[in-house]
């Protein structure tokens, strides 16, 4: 499985963003997704998870009612929609997978992740 991470930039704060990450190799529906982002000095950090048929979700506490994450399997790929950005989520954002296994929560920890994207710099400034 490959993963392509796109839609990265610099925004202010409040503005919005859409990433994208875009599968091959392998047909989307029938992995979990999850997206973190790793900023300098800190530990990389989860942001969300979404159920191989969408129909769970999964969110941080320190992104949930901003952010939204989507999947089109028919499309092979999974979106994070970000609103409201501050300048603490700046970071490098990558998407992963995973076969499922468990409820979605578990898809927090990077640890369950077999598959990794290259990650797409989002830096929101002040």
């Known amino acids: 499985v490959q993963l392509q991470a796109s839609g990265g930039g610099l925004v202010q704060a409040g503005g919005s963003l859409r990433l994208s990450c875009a599968v091959s190799g392998r047909t989307l529906s029938s992995y979990n997704m999850g997206w973190f982002r790793h900023a300098p000095g800190k530990e990389r950090e989860f942001v969300a998870a979404?159920?191989?048929?969408?129909?769970?979700?999964y969110y941080a506490d320190s992104v949930k009612g901003r952010f939204t994450i989507s999947r089109d399997n028919a499309k092979n790929t999974v979106y994070l929609e970000m609103n409201s950005l501050k300048p603490e989520d700046t970071a490098v954002h990558y998407c992963a997978a995973e076969l499922p296994g468990g409820p979605i929560a578990i898809m927090k920890d990077p640890q369950k992740y077999s598959y990794w994207g290259q990650g797409t710099q989002v830096t929101v400034s002040s």
């Open positions: 979404i159920s191989w048929s969408g129909r769970g979700t």
